[in-house]
């Protein structure tokens, strides 16, 4: 059966953030087309590997697809207006009619109809095109934080068309973060590589957990949302469960923890007193809110860009919450780089 998985790629800066920020974002893109994954059902015959390409545009009638797949979410319809498209044109190597109606039987679903059984067996293979594309969003924030950000996309296949629902995350501000801050270092890597160490990982694919990398790992990925509400804070909790899975060995300090960051992560000047401040602030502001030591609006209430009270609640919010992710991801992308599955240091007493 031939389809096309359609993915919207969006870039989260412009031009004017400079020559560095834009050969990152190619750097990453570039990759894309060499992503390897294999996709496994059992409504098809074998695992296939999606083979990718980079799109600038679409034809108007898939356009016109993706409206209809999301005309009630209004402002998504800047999805067509993307950057750049991830495209693939498989055929799907799907089971004998007959096989795939006792599937379907097996699951509750009962029909005659040859067309209809595949359409539902398509539907289902639809979801796994959705969780390959939440992993590559996962991954290309670690790989390279900050320069891929996937759109909800979609399967098209004789006539029909099905959501592949994507992600979005507070990652898309690191770049901007990072240009303004110079700790920690903002390293990359391969993204194909860091796909398959991720996907290695317990608790990524199936089950739970089972090291603290994969613990953080498993953290990093509640960063990613279907949706584009505020949940500044939350992203806050998952990040510095993440870092303290990899550094809070026994419940230490913060000093302690931020000790060994500058071990991981030296900041090269003499003087890393304004670094020890940016964990102590970070602490400081998790602290008050999981206390009630700080001013909360209710959920509903949305922050206005004249209010300079709601301005300052709301820049502390995100600059606590872009640090602990942009450390948590430097800490993944050092465990897959070294191989560790947990860092350890020692306590040396001086004599």
């Given at each position: 059966m031939?389809?096309?998985l359609?993915?919207?790629?969006r870039?989260?800066f412009?031009?004017?953030?400079g020559?560095?920020?834009?050969?990152k974002w190619?750097?990453?893109?570039?990759q894309?087309?060499?992503?390897?994954?294999?996709i496994?059902?059992?409504?098809?015959?074998?695992d296939f590997?999606p083979?990718?390409q980079?799109?600038?545009?679409?034809?108007?009638?898939?356009?016109a697809?993706f409206?209809g797949?999301?005309?009630n979410q209004?402002?998504?319809k800047?999805?067509?207006?993307?950057?750049a498209?991830?495209?693939?044109?498989?055929?799907?190597?799907?089971?004998?009619i007959?096989e795939?109606k006792k599937?379907?039987?097996?699951?509750?679903?009962?029909?005659d109809?040859?067309?209809?059984?595949?359409?539902?067996?398509l539907?289902r293979?639809?979801?796994?095109?959705?969780d390959?594309?939440?992993?590559?969003?996962v991954?290309s924030?670690?790989?390279?934080?900050g320069?891929?950000?996937?759109?909800?996309g979609?399967l098209f296949?004789?006539?029909?068309?099905?959501p592949?629902?994507?992600?979005?995350s507070?990652?898309?501000?690191?770049?901007?973060?990072s240009?303004?801050?110079?700790?920690?270092p903002?390293?990359?890597?391969?993204?194909?590589?860091?796909?398959?160490?991720y996907?290695?990982?317990s608790g990524?694919?199936?089950g739970?957990?089972?090291?603290p990398?994969?613990?953080a790992?498993?953290?990093f990925?509640y960063?990613?949302?279907?949706?584009?509400a505020?949940?500044?804070m939350?992203?806050l909790?998952?990040?510095?469960a993440?870092?303290?899975?990899l550094?809070?060995?026994?419940?230490?300090?913060?000093?302690?923890?931020?000790?060994?960051l500058?071990l991981?992560f030296?900041s090269?000047?003499?003087n890393?007193?304004?670094?020890r401040?940016?964990?102590?602030?970070l602490y400081?502001f998790?602290?008050?809110?999981l206390?009630?030591?700080?001013?909360?609006?209710a959920?509903?209430?949305?922050?206005?860009d004249?209010?300079?009270t709601?301005k300052?609640?709301?820049?502390?919010?995100?600059?606590?919450t872009?640090?602990?992710i942009?450390?948590l991801?430097q800490?993944?992308?050092?465990?897959?780089?070294?191989?560790?599955?947990?860092?350890?240091?020692?306590?040396v007493l001086?004599?």
């Amino acid at each position: 059966m031939q389809v096309k998985l359609v993915i919207p790629i969006r870039i989260p800066f412009t031009m004017s953030d400079g020559d560095q920020v834009w050969e990152k974002w190619l750097s990453s893109i570039k990759q894309l087309p060499r992503i390897n994954s294999k996709i496994q059902s059992q409504y098809l015959i074998s695992d296939f590997s999606p083979k990718f390409q980079i799109e600038k545009k679409i034809s108007e009638k898939e356009k016109a697809k993706f409206y209809g797949l999301y005309q009630n979410q209004g402002w998504m319809k800047r999805w067509t207006d993307a950057s750049a498209y991830l495209v693939s044109k498989m055929d799907l190597p799907f089971k004998p009619i007959s096989e795939l109606k006792k599937l379907l039987a097996a699951g509750n679903f009962n029909h005659d109809s040859p067309s209809v059984c595949r359409e539902v067996s398509l539907r289902r293979v639809s979801h796994l095109f959705k969780d390959l594309i939440f992993d590559l969003s996962v991954t290309s924030n670690i790989a390279s934080v900050g320069a891929l950000r996937f759109d909800d996309g979609a399967l098209f296949c004789r006539g029909h068309s099905f959501p592949v629902t994507s992600v979005t995350s507070q990652c898309d501000g690191l770049i901007d973060y990072s240009i303004s801050n110079s700790w920690p270092p903002i390293r990359t890597a391969n993204l194909q590589e860091v796909f398959d160490w991720y996907r290695s990982l317990s608790g990524t694919i199936n089950g739970h957990s089972d090291s603290p990398a994969s613990r953080a790992a498993c953290a990093f990925s509640y960063l990613f949302h279907p949706d584009v509400a505020r949940r500044a804070m939350m992203d806050l909790i998952w990040s510095l469960a993440g870092i303290e899975a990899l550094l809070g060995e026994a419940d230490q300090s913060r000093r302690l923890i931020t000790d060994k960051l500058l071990l991981l992560f030296p900041s090269g000047q003499t003087n890393d007193a304004p670094l020890r401040k940016l964990v102590r602030e970070l602490y400081d502001f998790r602290s008050r809110m999981l206390h009630g030591n700080r001013n909360i609006s209710a959920r509903r209430i949305e922050y206005s860009d004249d209010d300079l009270t709601h301005k300052k609640y709301v820049l502390e919010e995100e600059e606590a919450t872009d640090f602990a992710i942009l450390l948590l991801s430097q800490l993944l992308l050092h465990c897959y780089r070294t191989g560790l599955r947990e860092i350890k240091t020692n306590l040396v007493l001086a004599q």
